[in-house]
């Protein structure tokens, strides 16, 4: 039987999207017939193709059995809570003594959290960390990852937010190009409100689809919304530094003004999926890479 391989052990699964890390160390000894087992809960982030991959990978561990201190390990992979939040799924999961070992969807921000409560593992000394590492040349990317000189998180991809535009929708309003400057944007939004007939015949009723900003208890949104647009305006400003609020001010308020224009046509009510539809209801949304495989699954053309 395969002894315990401690870099193949932790490398299967201390892992993480920049959304996404390592954290906590929950993990059940159980007896089964003559043999114990270790037993590691894996949350994967919310999404279908997360679990998929990660089930594929925890089975495939599985198999070969591998033993620490004569016990074998088995990896239990489940879809991580998201209502109200992923990280209100992870306190109460912590506060009910039910956390994972390891979860994705954690990123620097709420490690940061977690690491104020002693509730996640320094990993930065290990050597496996250290090995994954330089192997994948992110020594310079993870400077900002630290936070007091020690790593809670080990980001495996950066998920690049965007504007998702309908181009239907921006012909509609005479454009052939989504706007890329403020002024652009502006334009578009003035445009949006004189051309209300035309956008009816495209289905387009509001010009952007964000339930979240009527939403407190998803105050974590901001790092979509609010800090997208501030980052461009800013020109990548920072927010904080150590521990001291640092946000450029008149930037923050033209960060605002920019959902400001907006206006009253933002679509707060809840759509199940806006962009499989034949005839999207809105202009824009805020969009992630994970949702392509969705968009390709109901034959939609992405970018």
């Known amino acids: 039987m395969e002894k315990f391989n401690r870099s193949k052990w932790v490398n299967l699964l201390l892992v993480a999207v920049t959304i996404s890390s390592t954290f906590l160390g929950l993990a059940g000894t159980r007896q089964v017939g003559a043999q114990e087992e270790i037993s590691v809960d894996f949350w994967t982030a919310p999404q279908a193709v997360q679990y998929n991959l990660w089930t594929e990978r925890a089975n495939a561990f599985n198999e070969t059995n591998t033993e620490i201190d004569g016990k074998v390990i088995r990896v239990n992979v489940q879809q991580m809570p998201e209502t109200p939040s992923s990280e209100a799924g992870i306190q109460n999961a912590i506060a009910t003594g039910t956390a994972p070992a390891v979860s994705e969807n954690v990123n620097r921000g709420f490690a940061s959290i977690l690491a104020a409560s002693d509730v996640v593992y320094d990993i930065s000394q290990e050597d496996w960390f250290k090995e994954v590492v330089e192997a994948r040349q992110m020594e310079e990317a993870l400077e900002n990852w630290a936070i007091d000189g020690a790593h809670y998180v080990l980001p495996v991809y950066v998920n690049p937010m965007v ?141």
Do not use: C
């Open 163 to 303: 504007w998702q535009w309908n181009v239907k929708g921006l012909e509609a309003l005479g454009l052939d190009a989504a706007p890329e400057t403020v002024a652009e944007f502006q334009a578009a939004m003035v445009a949006f409100g004189e051309n209300k007939d035309a956008l009816a015949e495209v289905g387009v009723t509001h010009s952007f689809y964000r339930p979240s900003l009527s939403r407190p208890d998803q105050y974590w949104d901001r790092w979509f919304d609010f800090q997208m647009i501030y980052n461009a305006i800013s020109q990548a400003k920072p927010i904080l530094e150590d521990n001291q609020l640092v946000m450029d001010k008149q930037d923050a308020i033209d960060s605002l003004n920019v959902i400001g224009m907006f206006g009253n046509s933002v679509q707060l009510g809840e759509l199940a999926s806006v962009w499989i539809e034949d005839n999207p209801s809105v202009l824009v949304t805020i969009n992630a890479p994970w949702e392509i495989t969705l968009y390709e699954e109901y034959g939609k053309v992405y970018g």
